[in-house]
């Protein structure tokens, strides 16, 4: 390894930038943390830049960067640390471009599966909804206009590298997206706990395409959005739990749709 750059190098500097959303959206880049993180970014290397590396990471990982084919840079433990959200940062970081695709591609060409995320503030959850969302077939995830940034560390850390694998759509106006979708002719399912419709009696709504819509932890789906949608549709549940984490509620009815879809 070449001397490595320290927290004060310019680029490290630029890139510390990053871990701000003002900073992301102004260079149209974003930081991407960890081997599952790199390694899918680089398995579409046009939209890496760059990838910093401790000593101790390039030997952890020499496999995975013997053959990158975008510049490795090593950089300081102190350098790595200052361009991680994590308690225990990895060592590992690669720039990629934002991946945004435009809402009217998305109303042009929509998949059979697509996500839609009104005013979800939790970056994990936003992370991990990306996650289930790919692991079931869906083609898109829309967040909308005072969603989470899922371009964030702790949005990107959860997704576990399937920010990479589906396209995403942030601070799309939902209401004009929505109608335009159920246009092409896809059916908006609101999910929401006092829905008029539970999930096994919505099964034959869903082999069609589908865009699912779910709200903000503590509030749920917007009125004006969920009057919307072809149906608001509850997860019937036999325990005394008042109500399923987002996350969790997104999972079923993902994987009932993609069950459906099949």
Request: net charge neutral; glycine share 8%; proline share 6%.
């Amino acid at each position: 390894m070449t001397d490595p750059l320290t927290e004060r190098s310019a680029r490290v500097v630029a890139a510390r930038k990053l871990t701000r959303r003002a900073g992301r959206d102004a260079a149209g880049l974003f930081l991407a943390e960890g081997r599952q993180a790199v390694a899918e970014a680089l398995a579409h290397p046009a939209g890496v830049r760059e990838v910093f590396v401790t000593e101790a990471a390039a030997a952890a990982h020499r496999d995975l960067l013997a053959s990158s084919p975008v510049p490795v840079r090593p950089v300081t433990e102190k350098a790595a640390a200052s361009l991680s959200e994590t308690v225990t940062p990895q060592g590992l970081v690669a720039v990629c471009a934002l991946r945004d695709v435009p809402a009217d591609a998305l109303a042009a060409a929509p998949p059979s599966l697509t996500v839609a995320l009104a005013e979800l503030a939790d970056p994990g959850n936003a992370g991990t909804v990306l996650r289930t969302a790919d692991a079931c077939g869906a083609g898109a995830v829309v967040f909308g206009a005072g969603s989470a940034d899922p371009y964030g560390g702790k949005a990107v850390r959860s997704s576990a590298g399937s920010l990479f694998h589906v396209d995403v759509v942030r601070a799309a106006p939902l209401p004009g997206l929505l109608l335009r979708l159920q246009a092409a002719g896809v059916t908006v399912l609101a999910a929401d706990g006092e829905g008029e419709v539970t999930l096994p009696e919505a099964t034959a709504r869903l082999a069609g395409p589908v865009l699912w819509l779910f709200g903000n932890e503590a509030r749920g789906v917007p009125d004006d959005l969920a009057a919307l949608a072809d149906a608001r549709v509850r997860i019937p549940m036999r325990g005394r739990a008042e109500s399923l984490n987002l996350a969790a509620a997104a999972a079923i009815c993902l994987y009932t749709t993609q069950l459906a879809q099949r």
